[in-house]
């Protein structure tokens, strides 16, 4: 059985004050709900307040990017052992919005998971295809290609800390979600992707999360497809009750 996750991805929303609330806020609506693991991605500057408001609690914080490097003349950029030294335990790996809007191509997106999991982070691999690519049947085929190349050289005993998140980009705060069913087809296929690469027993441990557009309202129905083990949520991970329903539907499938 595979313990849900559900990942909270405030973007570049909040402030410290804010953050620090609604942190506070998913501890007692989130936190109360066992056999989920609760992850929040704060803004990288506020990841030390938002670590402060969940401790002693079972949320976990995770940072929303990473650069690949240890350290160096890197400016602005941010190495996972400075992660660690913040206590996050978790990072993001090629989300949409750093594949399209920053243009982070797969091999960035490999080396930074590396990276991160070489330093003791969990990593949430996104990956997902666009409207035209969903609309000239080409889902399987994008989301094995990222899964492929963003998987590359991970070492078998990795495997472990690594989670993916199957983000239609279509689906990425627009309010349209993916059925249930189709979901469901892709993740299915996505672990056979991991199948391939890394065998069964990697493949049937291998948590895939949905993500694009998950409410409240959506999360139930998602949450009970086999295949479909958490979610990844933006917009409705800002909103307390969302998100704590979001967590109470995923709890309700263990
Ligand atoms: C996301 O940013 O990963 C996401 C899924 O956003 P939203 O829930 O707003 O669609």
């Known amino acids: 059985m595979r313990t849900p996750i559900i990942g909270g991805n405030w973007k570049m929303n909040t ?126 085929h994008i989301n094995e290609k990222q899964t492929r190349l963003g998987l590359r050289e991970v070492r078998p005993e990795e495997m472990a800390r690594l989670v993916i998140a199957y983000e239609p980009i279509w689906a990425i705060g627009t309010g349209k979600t993916a059925t249930a069913d189709d979901a469901q087809d892709a993740h299915w296929h996505i672990r056979a992707v991991v199948r391939d690469m890394f065998g069964s027993e990697a493949a049937g441990a291998v948590r ?8 409240g309202a959506n999360a139930q129905s998602l949450m009970a497809m086999p295949d479909v083990d958490g979610a990844l949520v933006g917009g409705a991970s800002l909103k307390p009750d969302e998100f704590g329903a979001i967590v109470a539907a995923a709890a309700a499938r263990v």
């Open 15 to 140: 402030n410290r004050a804010l953050g620090v609330e609604l942190a506070r806020a998913v501890v007692k609506l989130a936190g109360a709900q066992g056999g989920v693991q609760t992850v929040v991605f704060p803004p990288l500057p506020y990841l030390l307040a938002v670590g402060e408001a969940v401790r002693g609690s079972a949320v976990q914080v995770g940072a929303q990017d990473v650069y690949h490097a240890e350290k160096g003349a890197f400016t602005g950029e941010v190495s996972p052992g400075m992660l660690v030294d913040c206590g996050c335990t978790w990072v993001l790996a090629g989300h949409s919005e750093r594949r399209h809007v920053i243009h982070e191509g797969d091999d960035m997106v490999n080396l930074k998971l590396r990276a991160a999991l070489h330093a003791g982070l969990g990593v949430i691999l996104c990956v997902g295809e666009s409207l035209h690519q969903r609309d000239v049947g080409e889902t399987n």
């Open 208 to 215: 895939i999360q949905y993500g694009g557009s998950v409410t």
